[in-house]
Every structure is written in C-alpha cells, then in structure tokens.
C-alpha cells in the first residue's frame, strides 16, 4: 500500500494567515492527490483533485501543488470558516486507495 | 441534485455482518464508480472499497477478506457487507461517488454517513 504522511498534525493560525499543508508520499503517485476539508459531525468535503484542479465552487484562497511524492495544500487567507480537519487523499492505482492521517488547523 | 443517504443497523455484534445500503437520488448510479469509507470516532478516514455500476468491485487488502459490495441498479442503491466484525469495526460509514471513466479516483460527492456500533 502507498501510505501517505501529513505535516503538520495540528496547526494553529489567526484569520488572515496564509497556510500551508504538507502531504508526501511513500512512493510516485504522479500527480493522483485530492484534498477535503471536514468539520466536526459532517462528511468531508472535496477542495482539490489531481494535486491543483480546484473543485467547482471552492473558494479561490484553497490551492494545491505538487507531484511524484510531495504536495501541499494552500489557504492563501485563512477565513473563519476553514476552521476544519484537512485530508489528503492518493488515488493512483486501481488497486487501494489511502489518506492521509489529517491536519487539524486550529484557532490561535 | 444527487444525494447519497446511508441505511442500515446502528448496532451490531460482534462475530456479525454489517450490512449497509447506500440509496443514490437524483441521479442515475450508472457510469460512476461508487465507494464506502469509514471514520473511527475520533480517527482518520479509511476507504473500505468501490464498485462500478456494471458490478466490478476493488476492495481495501485489509478488509478484503471481509467485505462484499455490491449493486442495484434497478433501484438505484449500492450496499456493504463487513463480516464477523469486532469492536474495531465501530466507526461512522460513508457512501460517496468516486468518478466515472474520465475523472477517477477521488470522491466529490458524499453521503452524511451513518454510525455504526459494534457491541454486545
């Protein structure tokens, strides 16, 4: 299986600030990441697919980068309402698809 | 639009099946690709395994040995079978579409998701 590693676990930021997510890879995964965000008690939500494709209604700060085994996610200005758990997710091959462990970006 | 809502028991026990249905409205469940994945309280997310409406399925190698998806079309639902479950098996359940020929892979809709507890 490609495990997936997310950096960091738990991130504290002000409204305003730019943040950034890290999310490698154990092996090439091309560029086959996506990116949800999810609040407590709800499912999680797609941002980002094939590493920098913006899902349809998404708001402009959410962007991504990356290929092969290092990818990022960026907020370009954290708003009150991304206040949430960040997964990234791999889905290279036919045969497993796997997530990340999850950022949690916290109010500083 | 298209929703997804999950059904099933909230409780099972242990040594059991989990059995799960996923009910697609608002759309045809034809030419998409379509999983469960699950969420441990308090834990990360864990894709279970997909089927594609003509009934090909792919599962995770750990749950493998366990799971069973499979598919109605006529009444537009996909369901999941986890076998001889433990307490380990306690998560929240999600259905969710995971693409179609074209964009495959990543899941971009989502059903609220159900709870299910493994308990005598």
């Known amino acids: 299986d490609i495990q997936m590693t997310q950096s960091p676990s738990t991130l504290s930021a002000s409204v305003g600030d730019r943040v950034t997510i890290t999310c490698r890879a154990s092996?090439?995964?091309?560029?086959?990441l996506a990116w949800y965000q999810q609040k407590p008690g709800k499912a999680p939500k797609l941002l980002i697919y094939?590493?920098?494709s913006l899902e349809s209604g998404v708001p402009l700060r959410f962007s991504g980068s990356g290929s092969g085994t290092e990818f990022t996610l960026t907020i370009s200005s954290l708003q009150p309402d991304d206040f949430a758990t960040y997964y990234c997710?791999?889905?290279?091959?036919?045969?497993?698809?796997?997530f990340g462990q999850g950022t949690k970006v916290e109010i500083k | 639009q298209v929703q997804l809502q999950e059904s099933g028991p909230g409780l099972v026990k242990p040594s059991e099946t989990l059995s799960l249905t996923c009910t697609v409205s608002?759309?045809?469940?034809?030419?998409?690709?379509w999983s469960w994945i699950r969420q441990p309280p308090g834990k990360g997310l864990q894709w279970i395994g997909y089927?594609?409406?003509?009934?090909?399925?792919n599962y995770n190698p750990s749950l493998k040995s366990r799971v069973t998806i499979s598919v109605d079309t006529s009444k537009n639902q996909f369901s999941l079978k986890l076998s001889s479950v433990t307490a380990a098996d306690t998560a929240m359940y999600y259905c969710?579409?995971?693409?179609?020929?074209?964009?495959?892979?990543?899941?971009?809709?989502w059903g609220r998701g159900t709870l299910v507890t493994v308990s005598s």
């Open positions: 969710a579409r995971s693409g179609d020929d074209y964009n495959f892979g990543y899941f971009d809709l």
């Open positions: 608002g759309g045809s469940i034809t030419s998409y690709y």
């Open positions: 089927i594609y409406y003509s009934g090909s399925t």
């Open positions: 092996q090439s995964i091309t560029y086959w």
């Open positions: 094939k590493a920098s």
């Open positions: 997710q791999q889905y290279n091959s036919y045969s497993s698809w796997t």
